[in-house]
């Protein structure tokens, strides 16, 4: 599906591609079958450990040195331009806080950190909770558990 709309050229715009991903860039530019957008950033719904949906961003095109990007129109499933102000506010510290060009190459060492002490904290957690099922089974006198039943109550 060709989208025949033509974007605002200076807005921001959020795109849903036909593969599933979800893009927020800045349009500047807009042809019968392509759409220019700088800064294109893709946006990654995440379950966080305790439930709680988690919204992380990441440059979609991460080694290219330009921030210009041609998104053919046959590829994107549906677009907005309504994006809320929150959303730019957030895209706009993205940009700020991140370095484009410069890619943290110690990043994969630093997540597999991360969660090997996510993984060791569950674990104490689960050994805790076993020792404390312990200590409490500890708690009962073995003598309640060998009486037999003399009395029938009808």
């Given at each position: 599906?060709?989208?025949?709309?033509?974007?605002?050229?200076?807005?921001?715009?959020?795109?849903?591609?036909?593969?599933?991903?979800?893009?927020?860039?800045?349009?500047?530019?807009?042809?019968?079958?392509?759409?220019?957008?700088?800064?294109?950033?893709?946006?990654?719904?995440?379950?966080?450990?305790?439930?709680?949906?988690?919204?992380?961003?990441?440059?979609?095109?991460?080694?290219?040195?330009?921030?210009k990007v041609i998104i053919q129109k046959?590829?994107?499933?549906?677009?907005?331009?309504?994006?809320?102000?929150?959303?730019?506010?957030?895209?706009?510290?993205?940009?700020?806080?991140?370095?484009?060009?410069?890619?943290?190459?110690?990043?994969?060492?630093?997540?597999?950190?991360?969660?090997?002490?996510?993984?060791?904290?569950?674990?104490?957690?689960?050994?805790?909770?076993?020792?404390?099922?312990?200590?409490?089974?500890?708690?009962?006198?073995?003598?309640?558990?060998?009486?037999?039943?003399?009395?029938?109550?009808?």
């Open positions: 599906m060709i989208y025949q709309h033509s974007f605002k050229n200076a807005e921001y715009a959020v795109l849903k591609l036909v593969n599933g991903e979800e893009v927020i860039a800045k349009v500047i530019d807009s042809s019968k079958h392509d759409i220019t957008v700088t800064d294109p950033v893709q946006i990654h719904r995440l379950l966080s450990p305790v439930g709680n949906e988690m919204i992380r961003c990441s440059y979609w095109m991460l080694f290219n040195d330009s921030p046959n590829h994107v499933l549906t677009f907005a331009q309504d994006v809320s102000k929150n959303t730019i506010r957030h895209y706009e510290l993205f940009l700020k806080h991140s370095s484009h060009n410069e890619v943290d190459e110690n990043l994969g060492e630093m997540l597999e950190q991360a969660e090997q002490a996510f993984k060791k904290q569950i674990m104490e957690r689960r050994q805790n909770e076993m020792e404390e099922e312990e200590h409490d089974l500890d708690d009962i006198n073995p003598l309640y558990l060998d009486r037999s039943s003399s009395n029938t109550v009808h």
